[in-house]
């Protein structure tokens, strides 16, 4: 048998030319095949210093960026100045003794000016409502307003007014009167018919001795028209003042504390209880005072007397002993007592 002889050189230089073919097909795909082997020392070409540069103009890039920037003013401009975005809805309400209209003019006349003279504040997006607010409160007397926006056009105001004028009424006419207690004017006399009189029929014998019949009157009770001054004068606090005092412009009728004290039984009554609140009648000098309702009965107090702990003792009454309106009154002028009937 022959022997065959295996050449190890020639086997080795044929896997090694493989490996190499391997090897350049992977960097193929995988990186670079043209790389070059550098010395240490190589530091690259250097640059020829009186060859001309080329300025490498990005025309693409400065066009998209003109664009985008016309694109946002012309849309904040519209935003701006578009009637689409103008409010033009505005919802008003808790308006009781304030004319509407002047309400509306006053947010009118804040539309109406331009920002730098350029930018119309009546736009959505440039109205202040903090501002609106401001000016309301200033203007006009309120306890508080809430102004809001609601895109793209709608502002809503809510409005609490402050009362700062009451109806006086002495018996012979009704003015207003200021919350120091004088009388800033003078508005009509006490109809007629704002009078409940009681008559009885008398006999009597003339000289002739003839006998005559007339009516006599017995009681003659005053009655405010509460709704008509409502519609006439708008809806302040009636007062009725039993003492009959003479009014004249800027004379005083009443004190600030009183004037104070009807003014918080006012509207702690209208907005935290449904009891009807008709008026209130001053009946002598001590500081008693009655609270008129509705359904017929009455409140009697004190202007000494704290109103918000007076007011909670009512609702307790009401609420756990007497069912109104089968009572009369309810006497809380005494600390620590309630009378009833």
């Known amino acids: ?191 007629d018919y704002e009078w409940n009189i009681k008559t009885e029929t008398a006999t009597s014998t003339n000289a002739e001795g003839e006998i005559e019949t007339h009516e006599k009157i017995i009681e003659r009770k005053h009655v405010p028209d509460t709704k008509t001054l409502i519609n006439e004068l708008g809806d302040y606090p009636i007062v009725y003042d039993k003492r009959e005092k003479t009014v004249e412009i800027n004379e005083a009728v009443l004190s600030s504390k009183e004037i104070q004290s009807l003014i918080e039984w006012f509207n702690i009554l209208t907005k935290t209880t449904d009891i009807p609140l008709k008026y209130f009648v001053i009946e002598g000098e001590v500081g008693d005072f009655v609270v008129s309702t509705y359904e017929g009965w009455v409140i009697k107090t004190h202007f000494e007397n704290d109103v918000s702990s007076q007011i909670e003792k009512l609702k307790t009454i009401l609420k756990e002993k007497v069912k109104r309106p089968q009572i009369n009154y309810i006497d809380l002028r005494y600390e620590g007592r309630v009378y009833l009937r």
């Open 1 to 191: 048998m022959r022997r065959r002889i295996v050449n190890h050189h020639k086997i080795k230089k044929q896997v090694g030319r493989k490996f190499k073919r391997s090897h350049g097909f992977l960097l193929g795909l995988f990186g670079s095949r043209n790389r070059r082997k550098r010395d240490f020392s190589w530091q690259g070409r250097e640059s020829n210093p009186y060859r001309t540069q080329k300025k490498d103009h990005n025309w693409s890039f400065i066009i998209k960026i003109s664009i985008l920037v016309g694109s946002t003013i012309t849309v904040l401009a519209m935003c701006i100045y578009s009637s689409f975005f103008h409010i033009s809805d505005i919802n008003i309400t808790g308006l009781q003794r304030i004319g509407e209209t002047e309400i509306r003019n006053t947010i009118d006349g804040i539309s109406s000016y331009k920002t730098l003279n350029i930018f119309p504040r009546k736009s959505y997006f440039l109205t202040d409502i903090n501002e609106i607010r401001d000016i309301l409160k200033e203007r006009f007397p309120l306890r508080s307003v809430i102004v809001q926006k609601t895109f793209p056009n709608k502002l809503s105001i809510i409005i609490e007014e402050k009362i700062s004028t009451l109806i006086y009424d002495n018996g012979k006419e009704y003015s207003y009167i200021g919350l120091e207690g004088n009388v800033v004017e003078k508005m009509r006399n006490v109809g």
